[in-house]
């Protein structure tokens, strides 16, 4: 088992370029999310999904958007990118029921805008 | 939006020390849990947490569900060097099983 995979693990963009990062994951979990984390800030929710085909928007969606086109695929789009989306990005899942809500993370894709 | 108050924000103890943290908010929560995240890495869980007054244990940590529902503890024994890192407390609100919250973390730092 991998776990939970994202790539790229760096990239560098300039201001009003676009690209995609991609969340995978190989532990059947239902519900997949976005995060950024940013020095003194934690971990701040982005978009997430609670199954295929659905998303919803989280704590600061703003500039970016999502797709789960499939369940152990979750894709965070970067339209335009701004310096204030300079960050890190990470990546999790879960199961949907009480089993757990702990979540499980990827390794993270660290994201700079000039 | 609701808020995890977690505290203190950084640590900076001796080796073999004891170590505690908390959390707190003014909403109630179903779940607790605490993770850590090491430098270049994701978190990690440690330890869940699903009943109010729960006490679970890890290893050297051991993690509390405050009465209240309203918070939450992580206590480290005897620290090591390898326990650097930030630990994030999370809960998962009543009535909302579709995600959870994180606090901003506890920076612990180990001295020599």
């Known amino acids: 088992n991998a776990g939970v995979t994202q790539t790229p693990k760096f990239r560098v963009l300039k201001t009003g370029q676009s690209m995609t990062l991609l969340c995978a994951q190989d532990?059947?979990?239902?519900?997949m999310y976005w995060y950024r984390q940013d020095p003194g800030m934690g971990l701040r929710l982005i978009h997430y999904?609670?199954?295929?085909?659905?998303?919803a928007k989280g704590e600061v969606p703003d500039g970016y958007n999502v797709s789960r086109l499939k369940k152990q695929n979750f894709l965070l789009g970067l339209e335009s990118a701004a310096p204030s989306q300079t960050s890190v990005y990470f990546c999790?899942?879960?199961?949907?029921?009480?089993?757990?809500?702990?979540?499980?993370f990827g390794p993270g894709t660290r994201l700079t805008v000039t | 939006g609701q808020q995890l108050n977690q505290s203190p924000q950084s640590m900076f103890i001796q080796e073999g020390e004891d170590v505690s943290m908390n959390c707190t908010s003014s909403?109630?929560?179903?779940?607790w849990l605490w993770y850590k995240q090491e430098p270049g890495e994701g978190p990690v869980l440690l330890i869940a947490?699903?009943?109010?007054?729960e006490l679970t244990s890890n290893g050297r940590l051991t993690a509390q569900f405050g009465i209240t529902r309203k918070d939450s503890f992580l206590n480290i024994s005897a620290s090591i060097p390898s326990d650097v890192g930030i630990y994030f407390c999370?809960?998962?609100?009543?009535?909302?099983?579709?995600?959870?919250?994180f606090g901003k973390g506890t920076r612990l730092h180990i001295l020599p």
């Open positions: 999790a899942s879960s199961y949907r029921y009480r089993v757990t809500y702990e979540q499980y």
């Open positions: 532990m059947n979990h239902e519900y």
């Open positions: 999904s609670v199954g295929e085909g659905t998303t």
């Open positions: 909403s109630i929560f179903n779940t």
């Open positions: 947490l699903y009943k109010a007054g």
């Open positions: 999370a809960g998962q609100l009543m009535n909302r099983d579709d995600k959870i919250i």
